[in-house]
Structures are given as structure tokens and as C-alpha cells.
């Protein structure tokens, strides 16, 4: 199939498709996502097929007015209500009991449904000429999330009906997840929102182990998306924990022609070899921005190896971890 590549202006014709029952990759502010009519089960289950997606990994419904929300869940409680209040339109997904409307291609056979309001206008905008669309990130699945164009039109294109060209995506790391359907609220993927900001709203707060840990052999993934491999170039990443001087004692004595490193840009001149700058140190928010483009960009410089920072685990340096230790397959060397 030929894939249209529309600009922001053109958000009509893609809206058609969509009604239409086709797939549109969109921007939002956290990363390009792969939309389709949310209550369509044909045209979902086509963004599994386009993506090799596995069946059992549910989507993220985004909507562009509070109101539509009740459409798609059986309660909405009242700490939900807070935390859209503060949150929404933004990069947090909250999960709650689902309504007999959402097809099972979408919340994958579970008893519950993600709900996110993007901010992006071009997002706001195609849900507003639509309908609640439901959307994973516009990638291949398993490779790094989309954050460009560029990178949507390398996994998608002749996949999918059309792409909306809205810049780069101003987060780089996909929204916060917290259920709110089991009782105490809890994070089950740190994204945009931190979680110091949603304990400000809603109080207590747990983050699933499933964040910062490989799972168990056997055990349930609460969020059936951490139980893949994910974010993952085609290079070895491997994540170097300890300080600026032991990392670069390390890179001079282990690197090679094929290594990279994901470097701070004050480090960008003094390393030896081939280094990929995601951002100034101590700024995690730049390092979600950059991350993924820069695995990206270490496959296309045909690295094998690629060495990175350990980032903080608070804040969005806690998302940036996530994705980050996933993309290393847990490989964590301690200075
Ligand atoms: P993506 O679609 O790539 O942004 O990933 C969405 C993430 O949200 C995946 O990790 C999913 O497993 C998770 N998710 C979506 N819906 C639910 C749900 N109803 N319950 C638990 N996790 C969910
Ligand atoms: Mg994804």
C-alpha cells in the first residue's frame, strides 16, 4: 500500500481515513503514535498486524474531551477525576474499569481500558474530526518508539494508510501508565508525568516492580507491554553505572570502531569514540528527549556497541531508566 504522508493542515483527509477504518500514524507530544477508530475491532487489529504486535498487549485510547470518557469506562473515581484535572490534556495514561463498548482488540481480553487526553494539537485535533482513537507508539514493535518523521516513515511506510507530519515530539518518552482499578494506585510505566508529581495529587502512590526489574520466570506482568523486549536497536546496549570519571576510564579502555556511546554534551569532545549526545548532564528531561532517536541513529551508524549513562531513578530519569535498561536487555555494568 502506498503511505500518504499529510501535513498538520491536512488533518480532515486523515480523520476520513480513520472513519473510514484505516490507520493513521499521528504525532503527540511523548512519541508518534499508530491510531485507528477505537471502537472499530477490524481497523485495531490491523495496527497489531502492522506493527507485529502480539495480540495480548492492549492499546492506550486517547481522547480530546473529558467528556467522551464516559464512553469508555464504567467508573471514573473520584482520584481519576483529580488527576485529569491536573494532568490532562498531557502524558498520562490512567487505567479503569472498562465499558462493554471497548472491542476486545483493544484492552487485549482484560477487564480494564487506558485512557490518555494527549496535548499535541495535531493529536487534539484528528480525535475532535474523529473519534476516540486508539493508539500504541508508531514503531515496529520492539524497536525504539518514534519520536520523528523520519522514524515513522522507516517502520511504516507501505504498512499503513498515512502519516501526519507534526515535528518532533517534545517529551521523547511515552506517557506515564498508573491503574487506578486495583485499589491503591500504581505506576506501571514512568513516563512525562513523574511519579513526585502524581503523589502530589492523589497521595500514596506505588510503582510496580515490573519498572526497574526484569520479571520473575512465571510471574503475571500487570502491564502485559513490560514482559516484551522493547526500545531495542539492533547494536548491544549496555548501561555503565557510576561516576563521569569512571565511565570515561572505562569507554577509553574497552571501545572499538563500532562502539558509541550516548554521551552528555560536555563529554562529546573528550571521548575517543563515536559519541551520540542525548542532552547537558543532570538533565534527564533532554536524555528522555534524545534517547531514542539516538538508539536509532546508532543502528544507522552501524554500531555493534553502544555504552550509555545510567540515569537517576526519580523523576523522568525513572522513564528514561525504564526504556533504557529494557533497550540493554538488564545489562548493567557497576564501575
Ligand atoms: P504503547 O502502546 O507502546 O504506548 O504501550 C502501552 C502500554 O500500556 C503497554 O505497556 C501496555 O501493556 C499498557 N496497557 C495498555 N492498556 C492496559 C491495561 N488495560 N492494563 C494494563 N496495561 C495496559
Ligand atoms: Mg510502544
Redesign the pocket.
Known amino acids: 500500500m502506498d503511505t500518504l504522508i499529510l501535513g498538520a493542515d491536512e488533518v480532515e483527509k486523515a480523520a476520513q481515513i480513520i472513519k473510514n477504518g484505516g490507520l493513521v500514524a499521528m504525532p503527540t507530544e511523548?512519541?508518534y503514535?499508530l491510531a485507528a477508530d477505537a471502537l472499530n475491532g477490524n481497523a485495531v487489529a490491523n495496527i497489531f498486524k502492522a506493527k507485529g504486535?502480539p495480540m495480548d498487549?492492549?492499546?492506550?485510547v486517547h481522547i480530546s474531551d473529558i467528556s467522551q470518557i464516559t464512553g469508555l469506562v464504567r467508573e471514573f473515581p473520584e482520584n481519576a477525576r483529580r488527576l485529569a484535572e491536573k494532568f490532562w490534556p498531557g502524558p498520562l495514561?490512567i487505567?479503569l474499569p472498562?465499558s462493554d463498548n471497548i472491542p476486545d482488540e483493544?484492552?487485549?481480553g482484560?477487564?480494564?481500558?487506558?485512557v490518555r487526553f494527549p496535548s499535541h494539537p495535531v493529536a487534539k485535533a484528528l480525535i475532535g474530526a474523529s473519534c476516540p482513537l486508539a493508539?500504541?507508539?508508531a514503531?515496529l514493535s520492539g524497536s525504539p518508539?518514534p519520536t520523528t518523521l523520519r522514524h515513522v516513515i522507516d517502520d511504516m511506510n507501505g504498512r499503513i494508510d498515512a502519516i501526519i507530519d507534526g515535528g518532533d515530539c517534545a517529551v521523547g518518552v511515552?506517557?506515564t501508565?498508573i491503574?487506578l482499578?486495583e485499589g491503591k494506585p500504581r505506576i506501571?510505566?514512568p513516563g512525562g508525568i513523574t511519579a513526585e508529581q502524581i503523589r502530589s495529587v492523589i497521595g500514596e502512590t506505588d510503582i510496580d516492580a515490573a519498572v526497574t526489574a526484569p520479571l520473575a520466570d512465571g510471574q503475571k506482568?500487570?502491564?502485559?507491554?513490560?514482559k516484551?523486549k522493547?526500545y531495542s536497536p539492533k547494536a548491544e546496549v549496555i548501561l555503565l553505572d557510576g561516576s563521569d570519571d569512571d565511565f570515561a576510564e572505562y569507554i577509553r579502555n574497552e571501545y572499538d570502531d563500532k562502539t558509541a556511546v550516548l554521551c552528555y554534551n560536555e563529554e562529546k569532545d573528550v571521548l575517543p569514540c563515536m559519541c551520540i549526545p542525548v542532552g547537558a548532564k543532570n538533565d534527564d528531561s533532554a536524555y528522555a528527549y534524545h534517547l531514542f532517536a539516538a538508539l536509532r541513529e546508532a543502528d544507522e551508524r552501524k554500531c555493534s556497541r553502544v555504552y550509555a549513562h545510567c540515569p537517576k531513578k526519580e523523576g523522568i530519569g525513572l522513564a528514561v531508566y525504564n526504556r533504557i535498561i529494557r533497550a540493554a536487555g538488564f545489562k548493567v555494568i557497576k564501575l
Not at 57 to 60: H, S, Y
Open positions: 511523548t512519541v503514535g504486535r498487549n492492549p492499546l492506550i495514561t487505567i472498562k483493544v484492552s487485549a482484560l477487564d480494564t481500558v487506558a493508539a500504541p507508539s514503531n518508539s511515552e506517557s501508565v491503574t482499578a506501571l510505566r506482568a500487570s502491564s502485559p507491554g513490560m516484551y522493547h
